[in-house]
T-cell receptor, first 115, second 116 residues
């Protein structure tokens, strides 16, 4: 059973507008959350992360929001650019000594930014 | 920059063949991981290793084994390939800092394996 869920398999947005990607999780032990971006024929690359002690983290055009009570996080991309067209994966990890930094990934959301 | 390389970008094998997928990282990372990526399922962890000769099962280890004889190299082995192992295979590594694993993983480009 997937512990990290991205319920929107795809998202289409106009260039210059905001992209909002959503992610829900079920494991209350998760304490660190990451977003990865993946282009076709390439491996995922780290985009932005957030610790459970925060509710917002911003890096340039990318902002991640965390709502722990709702077990929900979102990634905002403002403004969206054609180069943002990619698959975005949400991932989470537990704060446990034997977790070894293992990540649980969502199914991904394909973002298409149109001119 | 962290570099994770995988031995092949594309591989075609026949059912029953033994398949080796190799991964090498150049940043002296302690932790290494093997995932497979399938549409609608995201990335699923097959095996991981936190030290040389150490290995742990991930969420879907059945049909796979791994080998880590050197710190920089982590191999995934399909003992007898089957068609349901057709997938994109991704290797990743991460740092162990002060005895604590960091969460950011660095990925290789992937190997697209087709089993006929």
């Amino acid at each position: 059973d997937q512990q990290v869920k991205q319920n929107s398999p795809s998202l289409s947005v106009q260039e210059g507008r905001i992209s909002i990607l959503n992610c829900d999780y079920t494991n209350s032990m998760f304490d660190y959350f990451l977003w990865y971006k993946k282009y076709p024929a390439e491996g995922p690359t780290f985009l932005i992360s957030i610790s459970s002690i925060k509710d917002k983290n911003e890096d340039g055009r990318f902002t991640v929001f965390l709502n722990k009570s709702a077990k929900h996080l979102s990634l905002h991309i403002v403004p969206s650019q054609p180069g943002d067209s990619a698959v975005y994966f949400c991932a989470a990890s537990e704060d446990a000594t034997d977790s070894w930094g293992k990540l649980q990934f969502g199914a991904g959301t394909q973002v298409v930014v149109t001119p | 920059d962290v570099k994770v390389t995988q031995s092949s970008r594309y591989l075609v094998k026949r059912t029953g063949e033994k398949v080796f997928l190799e991964c090498v990282q150049d940043m002296d990372h302690e932790n290494m991981f093997w995932y497979r990526q399938d549409p609608g399922l995201g990335l699923r962890l097959i095996y991981f290793s936190y030290d040389v000769k150490m290995k742990e099962k991930g969420d879907i280890p059945e049909g796979y084994s791994v080998s880590r004889e050197k710190k920089e190299r982590f191999s995934l082995i399909l003992e007898s390939a089957s068609t349901n192992q057709t997938s994109m295979y991704l290797c990743a590594s991460s740092l162990l800092s002060g005895g604590v694993s960091t969460d950011t993983q660095y990925f290789g480009p992937g190997t697209r394996l087709t089993v006929l």
